[in-house]
C-alpha cells in the first residue's frame, strides 16, 4: 500500500507533541507499507532523510509565512472572507495547492494522512481523490475559545478567530473521510459540535521508552519540574497559573521550593513576578533537566487532547500532581497514580503534600510508571495501521481534472 503523509510540523527532532505524533504514525504505518512524507513548511527546519525511518521518503514544499505588512494584512482580510484561518491560508496558496495536487494525482497513493491544524484545509481539496485521514491532536475550536479568553475575549479579532476556525474545523472534519482523535472525550466533542457522518476514531498516543527511561532514585530536596513547548498556549496557561496562583502558597510552608520551566520558549516565559525561585531552562535534555526534579506538575487548566508531559513524567517514575484535564485519557486515578486536583488551594495542597512526603513519592512514582507501561508507542501502531488501512479500503471517490480540483480550493 503507498499513503502518503502530510505534515507542517516536520517530524524531527522529537522535542515536541506534534513531531512526537507525527513520527509514531509514520513509524507504524511504514513498518507495513511504502510511506511518503510532503513537509510544506521553512526548509530550514527539514532534513532529507530520519535516521530512525531510512526507508521513508521525504519532499519539501518551501512555506514562507514572513510577509510584508500589506501581504499580512491582505492575508488576513482574506482569511475573514473565505472562512479559514490565516496559518492555514499560509500553505494553502494556489501554488501549493496545485503542486500538491499534482503530486497526490500521479503518486497513486492509496491513502492520505493530514496531520492537522495548518495542513486540515486539504481535506475538502483531496477528498474526491483518495481516502483521506485527519489526525487530529486536539479540538480546534476549544483551542480558539480558550485562546479568546487569553488574548481578548471581546476584542474582535479573537472573534472573528474563533468564528474561522469553528467553520474551518467543521467543513475539514466533514470532508475527511476519517477523523481520528487521541481520546473519547475529544472524539464526543467533534461529534457534538459537527454532527459527523461517521463518529471519530480513538487512536492514543504513547511514550517513547527509549527517549524517557526510568530514574534510578527519588533525589529528594524541592525541585518542581514542568517542561512544554511554550509556544502552545495552553502551555503558558499552565504554568502562568500555576506560578501567579498556586507557587505562593506552596512558598508559604516551603519557602524554598523551586520551580523549574524546560522547554521550547521557556526561557521567554514572564509571569506577575520575578522571583530567583522560578528557573527558566529554555529549550534542554529533558530527562537529564528532570533527573534532580523532586516532582513533576500538569497544572493544564485549558485545551484538549492528551499530555504526553503527563505520560512522559510517569514513564520517568517522577511523582506528579495534575489537574483533571490533564490527565485526561491517561487512565491516571488520583492518590494512586498521580495526584489530581483542580483549584488553587487543593492543587498547592497536593504539591506540598508531595514535596514532603518521600513514601508517597515512592508509592505514587512506582505505580505511575506501572500504568506507563500500557501506553508504549508500540502498542498503538496496530491500531494506527488499522485506521488508514480501512480508510484505503474504501477505494478513491474518483478522480476530477486538475484544473477543476483547484478551483475547489480551500474550505
Given at each position: 500500500?503507498?499513503?502518503?503523509?502530510?505534515?507542517?510540523?516536520?517530524?524531527?527532532?522529537?522535542?515536541?507533541?506534534?513531531?512526537?505524533?507525527?513520527?509514531?504514525?509514520?513509524?507504524?504505518?511504514?513498518?507495513?507499507?511504502?510511506?511518503?512524507?510532503?513537509?510544506?513548511?521553512?526548509?530550514?527546519?527539514?532534513?532529507?532523510?530520519?535516521?530512525?525511518?531510512?526507508?521513508?521518503?521525504?519532499?519539501?514544499?518551501?512555506?514562507?509565512?514572513?510577509?510584508?505588512?500589506?501581504?499580512?494584512?491582505?492575508?488576513?482580510?482574506?482569511?475573514?472572507?473565505?472562512?479559514?484561518?490565516?496559518?492555514?491560508?499560509?500553505?494553502?496558496?494556489?501554488?501549493?495547492?496545485?503542486?500538491?495536487?499534482?503530486?497526490?494525482?500521479?503518486?497513486?497513493?492509496?491513502?492520505?494522512?493530514?496531520?492537522?491544524?495548518?495542513?486540515?484545509?486539504?481535506?475538502?481539496?483531496?477528498?474526491?481523490?483518495?481516502?483521506?485521514?485527519?489526525?487530529?491532536?486536539?479540538?480546534?475550536?476549544?483551542?480558539?475559545?480558550?485562546?479568546?479568553?487569553?488574548?481578548?475575549?471581546?476584542?474582535?479579532?479573537?472573534?472573528?478567530?474563533?468564528?474561522?476556525?469553528?467553520?474551518?474545523?467543521?467543513?475539514?472534519?466533514?470532508?475527511?473521510?476519517?477523523?481520528?482523535?487521541?481520546?473519547?472525550?475529544?472524539?464526543?466533542?467533534?461529534?457534538?459540535?459537527?454532527?459527523?457522518?461517521?463518529?471519530?476514531?480513538?487512536?492514543?498516543?504513547?511514550?517513547?521508552?527509549?527517549?524517557?527511561?526510568?530514574?534510578?532514585?527519588?533525589?529528594?530536596?524541592?525541585?518542581?519540574g514542568f517542561f512544554g513547548n511554550m509556544t502552545w498556549g495552553?502551555?503558558?496557561?499552565?504554568?502562568?497559573?500555576?506560578?501567579?496562583?498556586?507557587?505562593?502558597?506552596?512558598?508559604?510552608?516551603?519557602?524554598?521550593?523551586?520551580?523549574?520551566?524546560?522547554?521550547?520558549?521557556?526561557?521567554?516565559?514572564?509571569?506577575?513576578?520575578?522571583?530567583?525561585?522560578?528557573?527558566?531552562?529554555?529549550?534542554?535534555?529533558?530527562?537529564?533537566?528532570?533527573?534532580?526534579?523532586?516532582?513533576?506538575?500538569?497544572?493544564?487548566?485549558?485545551?484538549?487532547?492528551?499530555?504526553?508531559?503527563?505520560?512522559?513524567?510517569?514513564?520517568?517514575?517522577?511523582?506528579?500532581v495534575t489537574t483533571s484535564l490533564g490527565a485526561l485519557g491517561t487512565g491516571g486515578i488520583h492518590g494512586?497514580?498521580?495526584?489530581?486536583?483542580?483549584?488553587?488551594?487543593?492543587?498547592?495542597?497536593?504539591?506540598?503534600?508531595?514535596?514532603?512526603?518521600?513514601?508517597?513519592?515512592?508509592?505514587?512514582?512506582?505505580?505511575?510508571?506501572?500504568?506507563?507501561?500500557?501506553?508504549?508507542?508500540?502498542?498503538?501502531?496496530?491500531?494506527?495501521?488499522?485506521?488508514?488501512?480501512?480508510?484505503?479500503?474504501?477505494?478513491?471517490?474518483?478522480?476530477?481534472?486538475?484544473?477543476?480540483?483547484?478551483?475547489?480550493?480551500?474550505?
Open positions: 500500500m503507498k499513503l502518503l503523509v502530510i505534515a507542517q510540523t516536520f517530524p524531527y527532532p522529537l522535542n515536541t507533541g506534534s513531531r512526537n505524533t507525527i513520527f509514531h504514525w509514520i513509524e507504524a504505518l511504514s513498518r507495513a507499507h511504502d510511506v511518503r512524507l510532503l513537509f510544506i513548511g521553512d526548509p530550514a527546519e527539514a532534513r532529507e532523510s530520519i535516521p530512525e525511518l531510512p526507508d521513508v521518503k521525504i519532499e519539501t514544499m518551501a512555506l514562507n509565512p514572513v510577509a510584508p505588512l500589506s501581504a499580512r494584512v491582505a492575508r488576513l482580510a482574506g482569511a475573514a472572507v473565505r472562512g479559514i484561518p490565516p496559518t492555514s491560508l499560509v500553505a494553502m496558496t494556489r501554488s501549493l495547492r496545485r503542486e500538491v495536487l499534482r503530486r497526490v494525482q500521479e503518486g497513486g497513493y492509496d491513502a492520505v494522512v493530514l496531520s492537522e491544524n495548518v495542513v486540515a484545509g486539504y481535506a475538502p481539496v483531496l477528498s474526491p481523490l483518495v481516502p483521506v485521514v485527519l489526525l487530529k491532536h486536539s479540538v480546534h475550536a476549544v483551542d480558539a475559545r480558550d485562546g479568546r479568553r487569553r488574548l481578548g475575549m471581546w476584542h474582535p479579532r479573537w472573534m472573528i478567530e474563533e468564528w474561522m476556525v469553528k467553520r474551518f474545523e467543521r467543513k475539514t472534519c466533514r470532508a475527511a473521510g476519517v477523523v481520528c482523535t487521541v481520546n473519547s472525550e475529544d472524539a464526543a466533542e467533534l461529534a457534538r459540535r459537527y454532527r459527523l457522518a461517521e463518529p471519530a476514531e480513538v487512536v492514543r498516543i504513547g511514550v517513547d521508552f527509549s527517549r524517557f527511561p526510568r530514574r534510578e532514585r527519588d533525589p529528594g530536596g524541592a525541585v518542581i495552553a502551555n503558558l496557561d499552565a504554568v502562568r497559573w500555576f506560578a501567579d496562583h498556586i507557587l505562593p502558597k506552596v512558598w508559604q510552608k516551603l519557602p524554598s521550593a523551586e520551580f523549574r520551566i524546560m522547554g521550547p520558549g521557556s526561557d521567554r516565559v514572564a509571569f506577575d513576578r520575578n522571583d530567583p525561585r522560578i528557573v527558566r531552562c529554555g529549550e534542554c535534555d529533558i530527562p537529564n533537566a528532570m533527573k534532580d526534579a523532586t516532582i513533576g506538575v500538569v497544572p493544564v487548566i485549558s485545551g484538549t487532547g492528551v499530555r504526553f508531559k503527563l505520560l512522559e513524567m510517569l514513564r520517568m517514575g517522577i511523582p506528579t494512586e497514580h498521580t495526584l489530581i486536583a483542580d483549584d488553587e488551594e487543593s492543587f498547592a495542597g497536593a504539591v506540598t503534600l508531595l514535596l514532603s512526603d518521600p513514601a508517597l513519592r515512592q508509592k505514587v512514582s512506582r505505580a505511575g510508571a506501572e500504568l506507563s507501561e500500557a501506553h508504549a508507542w508500540d502498542r498503538f501502531y496496530p491500531r494506527i495501521r488499522s485506521v488508514v488501512e480501512r480508510a484505503a479500503s474504501q477505494g478513491r471517490a474518483g478522480r476530477l481534472p486538475a484544473a477543476t480540483a483547484t478551483e475547489r480550493g480551500a474550505p
